[in-house]
């Protein structure tokens, strides 16, 4: 029988001292699955390999390349020119994002069947619940990922979704499930997830339960369930405070403040997981792609946000501007280790403005002042609470924030994609920002849906691919 997902049959441990500590890591290891797993603790090794395993460089890269938050940069030698002239890799699906995912669910489920197997002492029950429950959080979390890009349609329960993976698979010829039948797998997930979770999960390199209350919170804003949407939303926003100026710089300069991260991928020595590698030449200097004039142009100058996210070597007043992308320095653990922060309290005002504006019965007083909340943070004083009279003027100046609050953070793709039908706009880069380039994509292109690997599709009957590839 023909193998499918590329997915090993192996499982991936990283032995770690320390959670916080980089320099006390070890580099990746592999053992076989017979002897990986004989007590709690090795479940717990397992743990960390297996949320190690997940690739968050490649869709960060992909999101602001593909998309129009960067130009091709001064030193470009061919790096991501693929890419930014929106060319998508039916081979590989694209940026692999299809097997790497799969492969890390593997990878979890292979965690849930060798703990069916130990019997935890009293005093491991803990440590054994949250195992089986990281596992299922991290589960309908990478499936999630995998429908925000390869379904056409979040918010049609009966379009084509993906194949939702629950067993260990090393072969076989699964077939497409509906979105709404992958909402449900991940739901029944979180539901596990937050039963199992002890109440002690609260470190922020790992899932905890406002970690599932966040993920459910964009579940239902990308799936026009607005009102859930807004109930999550407020959860976690009454539990946490925005980051201040200095906090908000501290976060992403070594990242040295955790005071609105929910939940962030603590990067390792050694992975080769380096994001600013997405841009730049980490080892030598040098943008081969830097941010698109367009973007420079958002910034203010007492935006805090300006100076984190720009170069402080850029030139903007050179011609053409000298831009680059300084959202993860090299003083983060040195070497360009920075943490990926996946989910920030900000993201939850701007999922709460989203949802008041969309809802059935718009609040757009509300929705402004959760757009005023965040601006009033980034800029250290009270900002203007902005005035929506329609639902195209709220989305189009929260499509705006959200392009500056989560730049280089992988979700401008997939916002363009979610407004397109809202404001009929794809994706528009302004001339100088495309000289070389496609200047836009249009709102009906198939690009704004990964192609399911044609490795895939080779291998496997029961694959279906997705229109116009």
């Known amino acids: 029988m023909k193998k499918y997902f590329l997915i090993p049959i192996i499982v991936t441990l990283l032995f770690t001292v320390s959670c916080d500590d980089q320099l006390e890591r070890f580099p990746v290891d592999t053992l076989v699955e017979e002897t990986a797993f004989q007590q709690v603790s090795d479940l717990e090794n397992g743990l960390r390999g297996a949320i190690n395993s997940i690739n968050r460089v490649s869709l960060l890269g992909f999101n602001s390349i593909f998309a129009d938050n960067c130009k091709v940069g001064a030193d470009n030698g061919g790096q991501q020119i693929a890419l930014i002239n929106q060319v998508l890799n039916s081979q590989g699906g694209d940026q692999g994002t299809w097997t790497d995912r799969y492969n890390a669910i593997n990878n979890f489920n292979r965690l849930l069947a060798a703990a069916s197997t130990i019997t935890p002492e009293a005093d491991e029950q803990d440590a054994y619940d949250n195992v089986l429950a990281q596992s299922y959080a991290f589960r309908a979390y990478l499936h999630f990922d995998l429908l925000t890009y390869y379904a056409e349609d979040l918010s049609n329960s009966s379009s084509l979704g993906v194949y939702y993976q629950n067993v260990v698979a090393t072969s076989g010829f699964p077939a497409r499930n509906t979105v709404g039948e992958v909402l449900t797998e991940i739901e029944n997930d979180l539901t596990l997830a937050s039963t199992l979770m002890p109440s002690s999960s609260t470190d ?266």
């Open 204 to 469: 922020v390199n790992y899932a905890s339960q406002n970690f599932i209350t966040f993920l459910r919170a964009r579940i239902a804003l990308y799936t026009g369930d607005y009102t859930t949407a807004i109930s999550n939303a407020n959860t976690i926003i009454s539990s946490y405070t925005l980051a201040n100026q200095a906090q908000y710089a501290s976060m992403f300069a070594g990242d040295g403040d955790t005071t609105e991260v929910i939940f962030k991928f603590d990067n390792v020595l050694g992975n080769n997981a380096s994001i600013a590698g997405n841009w730049i030449f980490t080892g030598t200097g040098g943008n081969f792609m830097e941010m698109s004039n367009e973007l420079f142009a958002q910034f203010e100058a007492a935006d805090v946000r300006r100076t984190v996210n720009v170069d402080p070597s850029s030139d903007p007043g050179a011609t053409p501007p000298s831009l680059g992308i300084g959202k993860y320095p090299p003083n983060a653990d040195t070497n360009y280790i920075n943490d990926y922060k996946a989910m920030r309290l900000s993201e939850m005002y701007l999922i709460r403005a989203e949802a008041h504006a969309r809802k059935a019965s718009p609040d757009f007083a509300a929705a402004a002042a959760d757009i005023a909340a965040i601006r009033t943070a980034r800029f250290g004083s009270a900002q203007t609470v902005p005035t929506y009279t329609s639902l195209n003027e709220a989305i189009t100046n929260i499509k705006a924030e959200r392009r500056i609050e989560l730049c280089f953070e992988g979700f401008r793709y997939l916002d363009i994609k979610r407004f397109r039908n809202i404001l009929n706009v794809g994706i528009e880069r302004i001339s100088i920002d495309c000289e070389t380039v496609p200047c836009s994509l249009p709102v009906s292109s198939e690009k704004f849906t990964f192609p399911i690997p044609q490795a895939e599709i080779n291998a496997n009957p029961n694959m279906v691919q997705n229109p116009g590839y």
